[in-house]
């Protein structure tokens, strides 16, 4: 099978779509099924790689990570896509990747799929502060009613996230179908090699969130919890891994709050080394997105044996539900502050979440996540072709018939 994927985002720029495009593109070329990638060019840190066609492009405003690629410039590619007989499109994001895939779809006659990895109902108003919430929640929703129902299908990373595609009144094909997570990518890790590194003491009690540093992860709420924390904990350090556009928002807080000292902001880390250290260097990693459609580094920190701290709202229920690697807290700040406490300050419980964490993670397999995507395509692929013939044979019998 070969499969072209379209997104505005890939690695070197590190978020969760990235982390599930590359995930599962490795995981489907292990199946022997080959895979395409449009992407945007990045300034930097960009690795050839014949399967990827990096497209032109220019920066986003007020997110300046992010880019914008051509839409012109990815529809030019179609003639020597064509002479490359792709089975079915997957598209990954709802800007110019959405558009330019769906017209890719129409041109190469290909059946389209595409991944609601974000919850932009609750993400938008970040980026346009300036307009009132209720309209950008309004405005998230209909355009996302409008994309779903242009495709052939939707893969969405989790049932909540199904049930709120719903409640807009989406009504196209969708199938719940989480990346998974490659289990032998997520060994190891020398976390006192990072505390080393960092100069943390071996002793001191800490914490460690690793996201995208973006206003809807959430992060002011673990920054408020830890004040909590300290009063019980006094030497508690929080480690914070990545970057983003709430950063600096983030170190005043920090400040704003007594917490100098007691966070550490180490940027983005390289996943195959540099990241699994700092996971293993945590009592435990917090997390308390409200907006994630699954939560991946959940299931990467479970891997590696750390036990979790999380709220469960949007997909990270369906990951934590039944595990035993993980203390479900509350989303509310104080509650949060206590069961991070209790990790902290309880070693046999946390070494009971530890030695549990790694097997809740296992369900997760990326290939078992692979095969589902695999059965999906096909399902896909064989519909479009039943409904082409279709309309192949009602075109000629409707020429018989006016004959």
């Known amino acids: 099978m070969r499969i072209l994927m379209v997104s505005d985002v890939s690695f070197p720029r590190v ?16 199946l022997g099924h080959e895979t395409t990638l449009i992407a945007p060019t990045y300034p930097t840190g960009v690795v050839d790689d014949p399967s990827v066609f990096r497209i032109k492009s220019r920066g986003v405003p007020l997110d300046p990570e992010d880019r914008f690629m051509s839409r012109g410039a990815v529809l ?16 990954h994001t709802p800007f110019v990747a959405h558009y330019a895939g769906v017209e890719l779809g129409r041109r190469l006659a290909l059946p389209v799929v595409e991944t609601y990895h974000t919850f932009f109902e609750e993400y938008l108003h970040h980026y346009v502060p300036f307009l009132p919430r209720a309209l950008t929640r309004f405005a998230a929703r209909r355009f996302s009613v409008s994309q779903c129902e242009a495709v052939d299908a939707l893969v969405v990373p989790s049932a909540q996230m199904l049930a709120a595609l719903h409640g807009y009144g989406i009504r196209a094909r969708a199938e719940v179908l989480p990346t998974g997570i490659d289990l032998a990518r997520f060994k190891g890790g020398d976390g006192a090699a990072f505390r080393r590194e960092h100069n943390i003491a ?67 880390l390289d996943r195959e080394k540099g990241l699994l250290d700092c996971y293993c260097a945590g009592d435990a990693f917090v997390f308390a997105s409200r907006t994630e459609t699954q939560g991946l580094v959940l299931l990467e920190a479970l891997a590696l044996g750390v036990p979790v701290v999380s709220t469960a709202v949007m997909g990270t229920v369906d990951v934590l539900k039944g595990v035993h690697g993980a203390l479900v807290a509350p989303d509310e700040v104080r509650g949060f502050a206590t069961a991070v406490t209790k990790v902290l ?59």
Do not use: C
């Open 15 to 30: 978020n969760g779509v990235s982390t599930s495009i590359s995930t599962f593109r490795r995981s489907l070329a292990e």
């Open 345 to 403: 300050t309880e070693p046999a419980y946390r070494e009971m979440l530890r030695a549990a964490a790694p097997g809740d993670a296992a369900a997760w397999s990326a290939t078992a996540m692979a095969e589902r995507l695999v059965s999906l395509y096909g399902s896909v692929i064989a519909d479009a072709r039943r409904s082409s013939l279709s309309q192949i044979t009602d075109a000629a019998a409707n020429s018989a018939h006016a004959d």
């Open 202 to 268: 071996p002793g001191r009690p800490t914490l460690v969130h690793i996201s995208r540093v973006a206003h809807e992860k959430n992060i002011d709420f673990i920054l408020e919890a830890l004040v909590i924390v300290r009063q019980t904990v006094p030497e508690v350090l929080l480690v914070i891994a990545g970057e983003g556009p709430a950063l600096e928002h983030l170190k005043k807080l920090s400040s704003r709050l007594g917490l100098d000292g007691h966070v550490l902001y180490v940027g983005y």
């Open 76 to 91: 030019d590619l179609a003639p020597m896509l064509a002479e490359r007989h792709f089975d079915l499109i997957h598209v």
